[in-house]
């Protein structure tokens, strides 16, 4: 008689990937259990409780630098979330000029000019080979902090260089701002929808209506309008003057603001040409060929063919490129720009709640990283071919 | 309807031969003045080359370098004790030793690399300021990476060793430099300058690899539980910035394990970095998985192939040699981001560099300290960039 095959439980294929599961749920509970139960005798002992409490405590220290009003008697919390502000700052202005710098740079490294693109490309290797840190303290202790003092500052047209911060021309609004922001706004809302009717007109009769020109046109009627009703422009600018011992008028950004800013913006813009030159590169050669062949002029082919085609492989790495920028941006604790970290680091120094401090770091950056990469995932989605 | 008519009878025109431009004023024309706009491009960035070169020379022979002179040994290995620094030159010798034989196995990229490292032995050999003993021994490594070279073009069956032995190199080195376990151990917080940032680099990218390599077969595995645990890693790390992990690893770790285990600050600026680029390591790995054709799978399958089999003599051979490039390219994140230990403390290059600083006596020399630390960074950066360019070539990656 035949023995009935049995598979051991060992070798049985429904049953295996269920016991490997459990043995590594349990190493990892084990090692998290074993983690976890040291470090709150260890806390214990040093008579620390976990929680956030602490945040509703005076701060006790100064932010040199903040948006809102900040005093040494506000609380840890406030405190930190003058520290969010302050890398949101530099996020946001980082993000601007670095697309703009990376953008010019990676066009000219594809450029037919050969002294041009070889610029771009020593541009891109010394700054994308060295260290961002060692970039910045460049930028803080050997550029900007043995600038002149404020009485002798150096000027280069309106902008003042001095070891107390550099001072930048500022716009500043008044009264008529709100008025001038509605005109500009329905002004561009009018322009837009005459663009299209004619557009469409065109379209339709084969004629030549203009529609880019006239769009042009109302929305300059508009401004010129604004400027006789109003009798000024939309904001004014204030020009920094040296006063005593700080500046007067203008913006004013200190050095260790202007080393992070510099140094993140250049260090990531040899990164987004790079992206730029490779998704341009990405077009197929027969697209551009296509767009030739039907007789597109230069400027149309770049508009119409290489430039919604390029910004398809150009996104996901220039997302990726903007939170890294994001997250470099924590290296203001070197040079003491007041960011998450740095106030983070001083709440952790002061409190000792050092668990706590790290957390309230990391969940920014999570929930910062995870709203971007959203909102960026959105816009792709929208750029993205709809493939069939 | 219109005739068409064809002018035979007409004499055809001579065609001259177009007239000859010698070829640097017919490459400058095409590459530099082709249109009057690209003429002016091309103005404009001579002026600004021109202006930024005239600067940079000019300060480069004007300024005090006796800074880096005078410090060359604390930048180089820190406060490393000189009777000791014989272990270091032990393991610098292993190195120039693997180097050689390397150059002679494998040429190629290999010998792009030691043709470099014997650039900067040599240009190190010829500064004045450097120590007639430390000459001598430079002198000898550069014989012995000729004599190793010659034994490497003559022995090509010792590939594996040396491979083998190169995969030992970190563990050996520290083993040295921690007197073979024989003599006093030289404590790791005093190691310092470029011997740390090499040695913190190094470890971390050694030991994250095969943590990045699990990591990425996890995340791709079929059974949900360990990938979502590697997802949800990978996705944690790669969410937060660096200086975040390594306050972890300052502050929590030494919580973490209690009062038992005593880890030094260097060893755990090692655990943040390793722990930090295993996670973009098993990103590049999962690239590199993703790019394999699902028939490989499946004709490994067909064959009985186990899993374990499937994976490690079919999919990862591919999926590796597709990824190189991409893992040398994070080779040179981690290298440029071990600076950051200076942040936490550690008296790396950048972090000895700031130490000078500091130092009243060199008052005034930031620029001079940053930019040789920069340079020597851009150098091991460069070196790695052309070398990962190289391999992208010659694996052929992305051509099939």
């Keep these: 008689m035949k023995k009935a095959v049995t598979t051991p439980f060992w070798r049985d294929k429904r049953i295996v990937p269920i016991l490997l599961q459990v043995l590594f749920s349990a190493l990892v509970l084990i090692a998290g259990y074993y983690f976890i139960t040291n470090a709150i005798s260890g806390l214990q002992q040093i008579g620390i409780k976990l929680g956030f409490d602490f945040l509703k405590n005076t701060a006790g220290f100064t932010i040199s630098e903040s948006m809102i009003d900040f005093q040494p008697t506000d609380t840890y919390g406030k405190a930190l979330l003058v520290g969010i502000i302050n890398t949101l700052r530099i996020a946001f202005f980082g993000i601007i000029l670095t697309s703009i710098i990376g953008l010019f740079v990676g066009i000219a490294k594809l450029s037919n000019n050969w002294l041009l693109s070889k610029l771009a490309t020593v541009y891109i290797e010394i700054f994308r080979n060295t260290p961002l840190l060692v970039q910045i303290f460049i930028w803080f202790f050997a550029v900007f902090l043995p600038l002149p003092k404020i009485q002798e500052a150096v000027t280069l047209g309106p902008i003042y260089l001095s070891n107390r911060g550099i001072a930048i021309p500022w716009f500043e609004t008044h009264s008529n701002t709100v008025f001038w922001i509605v005109t500009i706004v329905l002004g561009l809302i009018l322009a837009y929808l005459l663009a299209k009717v004619l557009m469409k007109m065109e379209m339709e009769s084969g004629k030549r209506r203009y529609p880019f020109m006239s769009a042009i046109g109302v929305f300059a009627a508009i401004i010129i309008f604004s400027i006789i009703f109003t009798g000024s422009g939309p904001i004014t600018i204030h020009t920094p003057a040296v006063e005593g011992r700080g500046f007067v008028g203008g913006y004013t950004l200190s050095p260790g603001y202007s080393a992070i800013l510099i140094g993140l913006v250049i260090y990531t813009s040899t990164y987004i040409a790079e992206i730029i030159r490779a998704g341009i590169l990405g077009v197929p050669k027969g697209q551009i060929e296509a767009a030739k062949a039907l007789g597109l002029k230069n400027s149309t082919t770049l508009r119409l063919v290489i430039f919604p085609q390029a910004i398809r492989i150009i996104i996901p790495p220039l997302t990726s490129q903007y939170l890294n920028l994001v997250k470099n941006s924590s290296l203001a604790v070197a040079v003491g720009f007041q960011d998450i970290v740095s106030v983070g680091g001083t709440v952790m120094n002061q409190t000792g709640r050092a668990v706590e401090s790290i957390v309230i770091m990391i969940a920014f950056y999570l929930i910062f990283s995870l709203i971007t990469s959203g909102l960026m995932n959105l816009f792709n989605r929208k750029v993205q071919l709809v493939e069939r | ?400």
């Design chain 2, 1 to 400: 309807m219109e005739e068409i008519s064809f002018e035979t009878n007409k004499e055809p025109d001579i065609l001259l031969p177009p007239k000859t431009q010698s070829r640097a004023l017919r490459w400058l024309r095409e590459n530099l003045f082709s249109s009057w706009f690209n003429a002016l491009l091309t103005i404009a960035s001579a002026l600004v080359a021109g202006y930024i070169l005239f600067h940079t020379i000019q300060f480069i022979f004007t300024a005090d370098w006796s800074v880096i002179s005078v410090n060359f040994r604390l930048l180089m290995i820190g406060q490393f004790p000189i009777e000791e620094v014989w272990r270091i030159w032990t393991a610098f010798g292993l190195m120039t030793v693997l180097l050689g034989l390397s150059w002679g196995l494998w040429k190629g990229s290999m010998a792009h690399v030691a043709v470099s490292i014997l650039a900067i032995m040599v240009v190190m050999l010829v500064m004045p300021f450097i120590q007639m003993n430390t000459r001598l021994i430079l002198g000898a490594n550069i014989v012995l990476l000729f004599l190793t070279f010659f034994v490497g073009t003559k022995l090509p069956k010792i590939k594996v060793p040396v491979l083998l032995v190169w995969l030992l190199f970190i563990p050996v080195t520290i083993f040295i430099l921690n007197g073979f376990g024989v003599f006093e151990p030289v404590s790791s917080n005093i190691w310092g300058g470029f011997l740390l940032t090499m040695l913190i680099a190094s470890v971390s990218i050694v030991v994250s690899f095969p943590i990045g390599l699990l990591l990425a077969l996890g995340r791709r595995s079929t059974l949900p539980v360990v990938k979502y645990f590697c997802v949800i890693y990978i996705e944690f790390i790669r969410g937060i910035p660096l200086i975040t992990v390594l306050f972890i690893g300052q502050l929590m770790i030494p919580l973490f394990l209690g009062n038992g285990i005593e880890i030094s600050n260097v060893m755990r600026a090692m655990i943040g970095m390793t722990l930090f680029s295993a996670a973009y390591l098993a990103e590049n790995i999962r690239g590199g998985l993703q790019s394999i054709p699902r028939g490989q799978y499946e004709a490994a399958q067909s064959l009985g192939l186990s899993k374990a089999h499937m994976m490690s003599f079919v999919i990862l051979p591919q999926a590796l040699k597709a990824v190189i490039p991409a893992c040398v390219g994070q080779f040179i994140s981690i290298f440029k981001d071990t600076s950051l230990v200076a942040i936490v403390g550690l008296t790396d290059l950048l972090g000895m560099g700031q130490k000078l600083v500091a130092n009243p006596e060199f008052l005034g020399k930031q620029m001079e300290v940053f930019l040789f630390v920069g340079f020597i960074y851009f150098i091991f950066c460069f070196l790695m960039a052309h070398v990962s360019r190289r391999l992208e070539v010659t694996l052929g990656v992305g051509e099939r």
